[in-house]
């Protein structure tokens, strides 16, 4: 079955960086665009970025623009959120999810990494 | 940016009861909405998309109708399981985006 594994989630200080990581198993991971959400301490879902299914093509919320960077390696069916210049706004679990056929709705999510901003 | 308005954001409900979800959304989407529930400590799930149809898994007791700008999720009689918040999620425009949510909780 689908699995979906986030790393890399820690603590790090205002302005710093991190690189997150999503190892899938179960399907075909190169046919599959892929997205990361994330959700604040008690808060609602926030999607972040989408990347199509060879890389080709890329979205950002307006939030992480020019901040963040999704990209992935399908050689390793491994998705990464690599962010920059972190913000004690950007604290949240982060899920990385996969789409359902390729209709933009989430239909497997892995349990989430958590990353904690400090100012 | 879609901007997604669900109400209530809370329902108290006995099991049993049938539970009525809203989902606006302030342009339309279509049929272009889907709706996740999620419980404490866990990843959302995948129950409606595209406004009405069933998620793979997911028990009929679950349904979603609208399209355009007004959506609703029913839940016909509510299993001890199913308290839970609930996500409206629009894909018809970038960025895609989240209701902020309702909680149903025991009565």
């Known amino acids: 079955q689908v699995q979906l594994v986030e790393s890399g989630g820690d603590v790090v200080q205002s302005g710093g960086s991190l690189r997150l990581s999503c190892a899938a198993s179960?399907?075909?991971?190169?046919?599959?665009?892929m997205h990361w959400v994330r959700q604040a301490p008690d808060k609602g879902l926030e999607w972040v970025t989408f990347?199509?299914?060879?890389?080709?093509?890329?979205y950002y919320a307006d939030s992480v623009k020019g901040r963040f960077t999704i990209s992935r390696d399908n050689s390793k069916n491994t998705l990464y959120l690599q962010m920059n210049s972190l913000r004690p706004d950007d604290t949240a679990v982060y899920y990385c999810?996969?789409?359902?056929?390729?209709?933009?709705?989430?239909?497997?999510w892995g349990q989430g990494t958590l990353v904690t901003v400090s100012s | 940016e879609i901007v997604l308005t669900q109400s209530p954001a809370t329902l108290s409900l006995s099991p049993g009861e049938r539970a009525t979800l809203s989902c606006r959304a302030s342009?339309?989407?279509?049929?272009?909405l889907a709706w996740y529930q999620q419980k404490p400590g866990q990843a959302p799930r995948l129950l409606i998309y595209?406004?009405?149809n069933r998620a793979t898994g997911i028990p009929a007791r679950f349904s979603g109708s609208g399209s355009g700008t007004d959506f609703t999720l029913t839940i016909s009689s509510l299993e001890p399981e199913d308290f839970a918040v609930y996500y409206c999620?629009?894909?018809?425009?970038?960025?895609?985006?989240f209701g902020g949510g309702t909680k149903v909780e025991i009565k």
């Open positions: 999810a996969k789409e359902r056929g390729s209709d933009r709705h989430f239909e497997d």
């Open positions: 179960g399907f075909t991971f190169s046919s599959y665009a």
């Open positions: 990347i199509q299914y060879d890389g080709s093509n890329k």
């Open positions: 342009q339309g989407v279509s049929s272009y």
């Open positions: 595209d406004a009405s």
């Open positions: 999620q629009q894909r018809d425009n970038w960025p895609l985006t």
